[in-house]
């Protein structure tokens, strides 16, 4: 049978967790709205875009303006409707110069930050099995 056993232990460490988690995460936080237009770009109200933008990019109005005429773009609305994956691949370049470098700009910082992670987990194992070697 078991015998009593306290969560109090677990329930700490969890919470702990959760607040280091808060804590790392509360930079990538200030982009929610961002991605979330990065995801869904016909369902964010550009207004809601204005501190992350003037964060981003130092012209501002132009990628608003690239951002409204995104919006009004009845072809590629239908595009990501049909379920396109790699919906901003489609999107112009040369129609929306600023808007598609700013969201490069954000999407790029996953793949640099997993490619730092992964890096430091592998220089970190290599240690470790040198110092457990002598």
């Known amino acids: 049978m078991l015998q009593s056993f306290s969560y109090d232990t677990y329930e700490n460490a969890l919470k702990d967790l959760g607040k280091v988690f808060e804590s790392r ?10 991605f979330t237009f990065i995801e869904t ?17 130092p012209d501002r109005a132009s990628v608003k ?20 994956e790699n919906f901003w ?30 890096t430091f987990s592998t220089m970190n194992i290599v240690k470790r099995k040198q110092r457990n070697s002598h």
Not at 25 to 34: G, R, S
Not at 69 to 81: G, R, Y
Not at 92 to 102: F, G, H, V
């Open 89 to 118: 691949h489609i999107v112009s370049d040369m129609n929306y110069p600023a808007l598609k470098q700013t969201v490069q700009k954000v999407m790029c910082y996953f793949v640099s930050t997993y490619t730092c992670e992964s």
């Open 41 to 57: 770009p016909f369902n964010v109200h550009v207004s809601t875009l204005n501190p992350i933008l003037a964060e981003l990019c």
């Open 25 to 34: 995460f509360m930079d990538v936080m200030k982009y929610k709205e961002f």
């Open 65 to 84: 303006s690239e951002i409204v005429e995104l919006q009004a773009n009845e072809n590629l609305k239908a595009v990501l409707k049909s379920g396109e």
